[in-house]
């Protein structure tokens, strides 16, 4: 692990007129941590980076317009870069044994599809071969950079075997105890695997949940105790939520306000393509949303691993259905009516 501060010379060509950004990649799903930007007025020119006393990141030196988005560990006291612009494939790092190893990985991976950013995993066509997979696999298990393992993880699916997943990270983990990325990653699987080993029944006390609605305002699960409350969970990416969208509105429609509540929580990365399913299947009334998708609190709380799906919670906090069908909803509604 990194413990001193870490040198950066970058020699950069054919950026001219171009702002350049230095960031320290996030595991979080967050954006970047922008540490320093400069702007290239040569055709050729000479640019100091400095990252601060840390642990072994990835480290992202790209331009504004992302054409050239390159990648480094900091696992060296100085690294020299050369990059350029009109041409990435020329892109070379020395100094760091960690980028060598990731670069020449990914450049092995990436043999079969030309034209590839020498650090550009996405490119790699054939995520889901079984070959590939035990490459990605091995190389995550065996590699000695605790930021290069956490890269290359990105690619590595482990489908339904659950309990490979677990000890894999477990073994990961054990490997890097010090590395705060590494022990993240532990505890955010463990926290996604618990959604596939539990599952919330009828009967059961809904969990609380808090999330920002379409004005970036947190909600609360809790301000609506004493109603019965239906939760929605969709997204503008799944076709077979929205498809019920007249069936939903119109028994939201028939919901007597004072006694009922319908809430729904997108699973939507990107808030524009929420906001503009929102607008085009004219949903109202309280929409929330967990950028997070699959790996935030809306999917941990309520043991969700698919959707469309719905809870119907009592006015006690109470589950007391699920997995309503959306041709029956308006019979449910009307049935705790009377």
Not at 273 to 292: F, I, S
Request: charged share 25%; net charge neutral; with cysteine.
């Amino acid at each position: 692990m990194n413990t001193r501060p870490v040198l950066i010379n970058l020699q950069i060509e054919n950026a001219y007129n171009r702002q350049i950004y230095l960031e320290e990649m996030s595991w979080e799903g967050g954006r970047n941590n922008k540490l320093d930007s400069v702007f290239i007025k040569d055709r050729i020119q000479t640019v100091t980076f400095t990252i601060p006393d840390q642990e072994e990141n990835v480290f992202v030196i790209r331009t504004s317009d992302r054409r050239m988005n390159l990648r480094f560990i900091n696992d060296a006291a100085r690294i020299n870069i050369y990059a350029n612009f009109e041409d990435p494939s020329k892109t070379t790092v020395t100094g760091s044994s960690a980028t060598s190893s990731l670069k020449n990985f990914i450049a092995r991976m990436n043999a079969h599809t030309p034209g590839q950013s020498p650090f550009d995993i996405r490119g790699i066509s054939q995520k889901g071969n079984d070959a590939d997979q035990f490459l990605f696999r091995d190389y995550v298990d065996t590699v000695g950079s605790a930021a290069a393992a956490l890269y290359v993880y990105q690619a590595v699916d482990f489908g339904s075997d659950y309990v490979g997943l677990s000890r894999f990270t477990h073994r990961l983990s054990d490997r890097f105890p010090g590395h705060s990325g590494i022990q993240l990653l532990r505890i955010e699987t463990e926290k996604y695997l618990s959604i596939f080993r539990e599952e919330l029944k009828t009967g059961d006390t809904a969990p609380a949940l808090s999330l920002p609605d379409v004005n970036g305002n947190m909600q609360s699960l809790n301000a609506y105790s004493g109603k019965y409350v239906f939760i929605d969970f969709w997204s503008s990416w799944c076709g077979r939520c929205n498809i019920y969208s007249k069936l939903k509105k119109d028994a939201f429609a028939e919901m007597d306000s004072s006694r009922f509540v319908a809430i729904g929580i997108a699973m939507d990365a990107d808030t524009a393509d929420w906001k503009g399913a929102l607008k085009y299947y004219q949903y109202t009334g309280q929409q929330w949303v967990d950028q997070k998708v699959w790996r935030g609190d809306a999917a941990y709380a309520f043991k969700i691993d698919s959707i469309p799906f719905n809870f119907l919670i009592d006015p006690h906090g109470k589950i007391i259905a699920k997995a309503i069908p959306p041709d029956s909803l308006l019979i449910k509604f009307k049935q705790l009516v009377h």
